[in-house]
């Protein structure tokens, strides 16, 4: 490769450079403020081919009039004029232009002069009388490029401070939806935690089960013909009687059991309207809550699907969770029945009571089988546990939402993709 050839292509890009520069100085107009009219005719044929618009004012009010009616990027002004010196003239142009690029015309050495100018209205430079008309083109164009140069500054600040912004939104997004896309694998991995443990559970229990229900069974047959032999014998009968309850206690654990080892022992499946289950519900433990003083309200959407799914199971599920919220409300209050289609032609049925609420200690463990916090004899810890079955079992899962001292909301949540009719 030759040295000519190499400069040929500078050349050929300084000369593109330089005409880019003509171009955008043909939007620029220079303002030149003189009280001397044959120094403004001078300037004028000086400057007759440069590229930039070239505006004269014979006067310092006749130049602040201009400057209040048109743009202007340079003010070029003579210091000695009359009534308002050129300092005076700059210093009010720059309150009406402030980015304006100012130059000081003056026929005078003045030092006192240059410095009062610099520090009241920021000369950018001082060309003195009589001129050189090269010094004064570059001067000038120099005076432009760094307006232009300044105003692509500020273009381009605008832009990176709009974009910072953009990539702030995008990023608060961004870490809006990683928040939200790992609390959804937290729960998928806590769901399928707890349906490997039901599973193994389901399995112990349902052997356990039947390995103590022949036993009972014989325990409590002995006990009744007992009770029937030693009839006249009071304490002997009472103390079978205590024995009797014993057992018939330990044959609702294992029924509990066998229900919920064998979650698909009725895989019969029929259209259940969820209205119609809540309310046969209640008319077999509607009782308890008039006994405690609370309300019901239900609230269903018009359109609530129907669930393909076994109604005594589900029912099963319906008074566990109503007896649950009942047991919860010591002093009363309203529990709220609501059913709601999904917007993704779900289905969704919540409980929710005004209770004590559920710790976050153990929200965690109430699926758990036989963890309970109901005092000893009042429960076996079962119901969640077989009621979690369930509801997976129709496709479905239970999450839980509580606040201590506000209450606990039971949701039932069936997907879309589950059979509905």
Known sequence: MSYASDAAREDTAENAELKDWSERLRSLSVLFVDDESNVLRSIARVLRHEPYRIITASSASEG????????????????????????????????????????????????????????????????????????????????????????????????????????????????RKVEERTCELKQAEARLIQSEKMASVG?????????????????????????????????AVDDLKTIERAAIQCKE??????????????????????????QHSLNLIGYIFRDSHIQITQEYDPEL?????????LQQVIINLLTNAQQAMRKGGTVSIRGKKTENG???????????????????????????????????????????GIIRDHGGRIEVTSEVGRGTCMRLVFDAAQDYF
């Open 64 to 175: 602040l009039e201009i400057l209040n009616s048109q743009p202007v990027q340079m003010i070029v002004s003579d210091q000695r004029m009359p009534k308002i010196t050129g300092i005076e003239f700059l210093e009010k142009a720059r309150e009406i232009s402030p980015d304006t690029i100012r130059l000081m015309l003056t026929g005078y050495s003045d030092l006192k002069t240059a410095e009062e100018a610099i520090n009241k209205v920021e000369i950018y430079r001082f060309l003195s009388k009589p001129w050189n008309d090269e010094d004064l083109k570059a001067t000038i164009r120099q005076g432009l490029m760094k307006w232009s140069l300044k105003k692509d500054n500020e273009r381009m600040m605008q832009i990176i401070e709009e974009q910072n912004g953009e990539l702030w939104d995008l990023n608060q997004n961004l870490e």
């Open 203 to 235: 399995l112990l229990a349902g052997g356990i089960a039947h390995e103590i229900n022949n036993p009972l069974a014989g325990i409590m047959g002995i006990t009744q013909t007992l009770i029937m032999e030693l009839e006249g014998n009071k304490d």
């Open 253 to 278: 654990i294992v029924q509990n059991l066998l229900k919920f080892s064998r979650q698909d022992v009725n895989k019969k499946r029929e259209p259940v309207d969820i209205p119609l289950i809540f």
């Open 305 to 313: 699907p129907l669930l393909r799914g076994n109604p005594n199971q």
């Open 346 to 388: 779900g289905l969704i049925v919540e409980v929710e009571d005004q209770g004590e609420g559920i710790p976050e200690s153990i929200r965690a463990k109430i699926f758990d089988p036989f963890f309970t916090t109901k005092p000893e004899g009042k429960g076996t810890g079962l119901g969640l546990s077989v009621s979690w």
